[in-house]
């Protein structure tokens, strides 16, 4: 089955760390990008970062740089986002989402998962 | 960063009616420009790619058209399963951004 599956929210504090992981399945996960998009409660989504196949180029938005590290393992199928130095705007439910082989946009998504930021 | 603006906010539409929803760059983007449809606690489904393409198992009566800073989505007869929030987003340059959406609703 063609899947991506998120794990690791939860409740962090300001100032706070976060892994996040997506399982990948039923695609070769080695021949894709994959991104991380996010979506604060009620609002529009936000692209926040993109990992090649090989790792090499990643790109961040802006909001996010220096805070937050994307990687990912392809024996593991597995895409990360670490998020450190985490502030309230943070909070959202966050989506893995696989690229497409024209690129740059996102053709199956992870069901999401809910990062909290609060004291 | 490439801005984009969709428009209207709200869309309310009679089941069986055409829908014809606007999003607009802030610089041009070629046809590296997507449509997205989301219904509530789901994640995004990709609609159109490349300004006019369909994606995999997307209905006929969604259409993409648009090339520049100008793109329009047209559900040409509405379907229960469609009412929903649609996003555009363009490709054309990092970072990778998304319009603030348009809610279709029930008329």
């Known amino acids: 089955q063609v899947q991506l599956v998120e794990s690791g929210g939860g409740v962090v504090q300001p100032g706070g760390s976060l892994r996040l992981s997506c399982a990948a399945s039923?695609?070769?996960?080695?021949?894709?990008?994959m991104h991380w998009v996010r979506q604060a409660p009620g609002k529009g989504l936000e692209w926040v970062t993109f990992?090649?196949?090989?790792?090499?180029?990643?790109y961040y938005v802006e909001s996010v740089k220096g805070r937050f590290t994307i990687s990912r393992d392809n024996s593991r199928t597995t895409l990360y986002l670490q998020m450190n130095s985490l502030r309230p705007e943070d909070t959202a439910a966050y989506y893995c989402?696989?690229?497409?082989?024209?690129?740059?946009?996102?053709?199956?998504w992870g069901q999401g998962i809910l990062v909290t930021v609060s004291s | 960063e490439i801005v984009m603006t969709q428009s209207p906010a709200t869309l309310s539409v009679s089941p069986g009616e055409r829908a014809t929803l606007s999003c607009r760059a802030s610089?041009?983007?070629?046809?590296?420009f997507a449509w997205y449809q989301q219904k509530p606690g789901q994640a995004p489904r990709l609609l159109i790619h490349?300004?006019?393409t369909r994606a995999t198992g997307v209905p006929a009566r969604f259409s993409g058209s648009g090339s520049g800073t100008e793109f329009t989505l047209t559900i040409s007869s509405l379907q229960s399963e469609d009412f929903a929030v649609y996003y555009c987003?363009?490709?054309?340059?990092?970072?990778?951004?998304f319009g603030p959406g348009t809610k279709v609703d029930i008329k």
């Open positions: 989402a696989k690229d497409t082989h024209e690129g740059r946009l996102f053709d199956l």
């Open positions: 039923g695609f070769t996960f080695s021949a894709f990008g």
């Open positions: 990992i090649p196949v090989d790792g090499s180029e990643k």
């Open positions: 490349s300004a006019s």
């Open positions: 610089q041009r983007v070629n046809s590296n």
């Open positions: 987003q363009q490709y054309n340059d990092w970072p990778l951004t």
